[in-house]
């Protein structure tokens, strides 16, 4: 209860910024992202109250919708937590789950350890700490919750090697397919790396124990078999609507996420979001991910570990080889080394873009496996320094020639000691601070008091100006989380198809949104034309746009300009402007 508890306090505290202002702030390094997950509460209560299909939804890109499963849609958390986003909104849910999220991880990381790896509750407590709040961990919390929810990944990896104990293969393999199968409603991706990690370990194993690896293999095997066909029965058709369903898709458009390697340095430097950490040296490294920024003291604390560990320890024997394993394998298709990308091949040139299961991954992102490894090394280092839980060595007394004398009992303190203190120096630098938060504003009043209502009837959507995408658009696509999605809105941030199926961020432009981004990004309206105002129309007939509205924004101005070009005069009405465009489509 009290690693649960000092977990909680974390959590708490690297969600404070949001908490001082909860209504009102997002992230400031992933403001988009942020909105997004709180869009994804606000559907999942959505998909509860009307008893709809959580899968799809036509309340964003409309008419043609959104494919909830291709998207990071974190069904197995907002449909459960749908009376929690009715009763207090999502913004409040965004950020209490956040810190739950990270305490919940790092809660079964200690269960895992204390139970299964490691005899010292303290080493159970330092391990658990890390993998619920790795540097990486805690980058992902900037506005992508679906990265900090792996409270069940203890459990698989505990499952998964627990499968070859015999009398229990049928209820092993039932509990494991049901953990994996709700897993694929929370991340696929850390699924995916969870399952590569555990073949590793599987192969590690069998290689150093080979006759035990026999003896288990066909219970193994059988369990592995009820498992799977378990997951596959109850995800079935989810993984099918994936890549099968309306607006799904096959890979990103020019395989963008591959490129994105782990720089060599970033395993040296202190994250951002840490004591340590300064906003400044991303723009050495670069704004990546920063998934192993692990900081030189660590770095140094778990090679001596290793070194001194491995000779005499099976799993740390393992922690090297996924060390290794993945550390080469995030490296992407060339070699980056402070910010410098090399012409030396990296492993992923020889991986093709268009691989199943891998096409949307990013290299970085296997660095969160070696995160993991290196949690469980801590623990394993602080257990061996406490003895393993073996009682301590006793000190000598008069006859006793068998006990150790007095000098190498207080050196062998000293250097646990000394022990300790390193793996404390090499942690503190890597404490979270929380979370940086920007201030931004609410909906408008016409929005939230309901004021649209007589100008959007069913089947018609309303089309915020601008209009949501990934790059603009971030305070209307709030209009649509904060009013429990009552009416579908034009565009949106997500990942749809393009002509060709490939994946693309966002719906594609058609005209009149190109016209309204453009006008933003020079903030001036350009010469309008007769093919302008036709294709206005033509547009607004595709959304079914009933009302084009325009609230308070930094370019107010132009863009009331520009859409009086393309559609008249406008009303006020409460404290928008709107084009009431019901007659003409």
Known sequence: ????????????????????????????????????????????????????????????NAPDGVNMMANTSLLGVTLPLAPLTLLFGPQVVYALYLGAALSATAATSYWMLSRHLVRSRAAAFVGGAFLGFA?????????????????????????????????????????LGLLVAYQIFINEEMLLLTALACLVIVVAYAVQRPRAARERAGTFLAAIGVGGGLAVLLAAYPIWFQFNGPQSYRGLQGGVFHSWGEDLMAFVTFARDT???????????????????????????????????VRRSLPARIVAVLVVVFTVAAIGPKVR?????????????????????????????????????????????????????????????????????????????????????????????????????????????????????????????????????????????????????EFPIAGGYFIGPNENGEGVFGAPNRPTSTLIYSTIDADRVPEITEENRRQAVADLRFWKASVVVLGANPREPVLRELMTALLGPPQRVDDVWLWDVRDRI
């Open 135 to 175: 540097p990486g961990i805690v980058h992902h919390a900037n506005g992508q919750p679906n990265f900090v929810s792996n409270f069940l990944l203890p459990l698989i990896v505990v499952r998964v090697l627990r499968l070859g104990e015999p009398g229990r293969w049928r209820r092993d393999g039932i509990v």
């Open 275 to 309: 004591l340590a950490g300064d906003e400044a040296v991303e723009k050495t490294i670069g704004m990546t991910e920063q998934n192993s920024w692990f900081g030189w003291p660590l770095v140094l604390v778990a090679l001596v570990a290793l070194v001194l560990l």
């Open 1 to 60: 209860m009290l690693a649960i508890g000092a977990y909680a306090l974390l959590g708490v505290l690297v969600c404070l910024n949001y908490w001082g202002d909860v209504q009102h702030r997002v992230s400031s390094h992933l403001p988009t992202d942020h909105s997004w997950f709180e869009w994804l509460f606000a559907h999942g209560a959505h998909s509860v109250r009307h008893l709809e299909n959580p899968l799809f939804t036509t309340r964003q």
């Open 337 to 485: 080394f402070d910010g410098v990308e090399t012409t030396v091949d990296g492993p992923w040139a020889y991986v093709p873009d268009d691989l199943p299961l891998v096409e949307m991954m990013m290299p970085t992102r296997l660095t969160l496996v070696v995160a993991g490894a290196v949690g469980v090394l801590l623990a394993l280092a602080w257990n061996a320094l406490a003895g393993g839980g073996r009682p301590p060595v006793p000190a000598p007394r008069a006859g006793d020639t068998a006990a150790v004398p007095a000098p190498v009992a207080r050196r062998r303190r000293w250097l646990h000691g000394m022990g300790y203190a390193a793996i404390v120096a090499a942690l503190l630098p890597l404490f979270p601070r929380p979370l940086p938060a920007q201030r931004i504003d609410p909906p408008p009043h016409f929005i939230t008091a309901g004021g649209w209502r007589p100008y959007v009837p069913a089947g018609r959507t309303l089309v915020p100006v601008p209009i949501p995408s990934n790059v603009h658009g971030l305070p209307t696509l709030r209009w649509s989380a904060l009013t429990r999605q």
